[in-house]
């Protein structure tokens, strides 16, 4: 997607990637998204990196972005410490807090679900793995987001492994990116993993 761009076209490259990918994602047959999710959940759950991790940033999933809800879930459950991004109105920008229930979850400021103010914020330098969604991933571990850099900036303050998730139709050979984008040590799909090679 990025080939011959100039810089100054990135944001014009990612306006326009955005779209494409989510035209690909209103293409997808009724349920596959839920079947699809559930295959890439699965293939995280068996991961080492999921099982050697005691401290998880997942995210809750908006429209267009595979559920990871049962990784929520399956890490409450088997007492791993999860966190979610809160936005803090007072610093603009996101913060990992640890969560106790999916059921405690209050809309933020975007209307996606988060964790409420009473919970306690997570020293991002603790985290083990930080699963990570986005509009498009590249093979190479490119990450394109929503627009913003919001994630982006809490992604650089996590030194631990960040796997990005997606389906199929958000994998390109490549994406627009800026320096300022964070990559991915590896991509989990519905039909198995990506692993960048090193930088």
């Known amino acids: 997607m990025t080939k011959g761009i ?90 990992a807090c640890g969560i106790d229930n999916l059921s405690d979850l209050v809309p933020g400021k975007f209307g996606v679900l988060e964790p409420p103010p009473d919970c306690q914020t997570m020293d991002t330098k603790q985290l083990d793995l930080a699963i990570v969604p986005g509009v498009a991933f590249a093979g190479l571990g490119g990450r394109l987001g929503r627009g913003g850099g919001f994630f982006d900036r809490l992604l650089t303050d996590i030194p631990a492994k960040k796997c990005g998730v997606c389906f199929e139709q958000q994998v390109y050979p490549d994406v627009p990116v800026e320096r300022h984008d964070v990559k991915m040590d590896m991509i989990a799909t519905p039909s198995g993993w990506l692993i960048p090679p090193p930088s």
């Not at 972005?65 to 990784?71: A, R």
């Open 6 to 95: 100039n810089r100054s076209d990135l944001s014009e490259a990612k306006r326009l990637a955005r779209r494409v990918v989510r035209l690909a994602a209103e293409g997808m047959a009724l349920g596959q998204a839920d079947e699809d999710s559930s295959a890439a959940c699965r293939l995280i759950l068996k991961s080492t990196v999921w099982q050697r991790a005691s401290r998880v940033m997942l995210y809750v999933p908006m429209r267009g972005e595979l559920n990871v809800n049962s990784l929520i879930e399956n890490g409450l459950k088997d007492d791993k410490l999860i966190a979610l991004p809160r936005f803090s109105v007072s610093k603009n920008a996101y913060e």
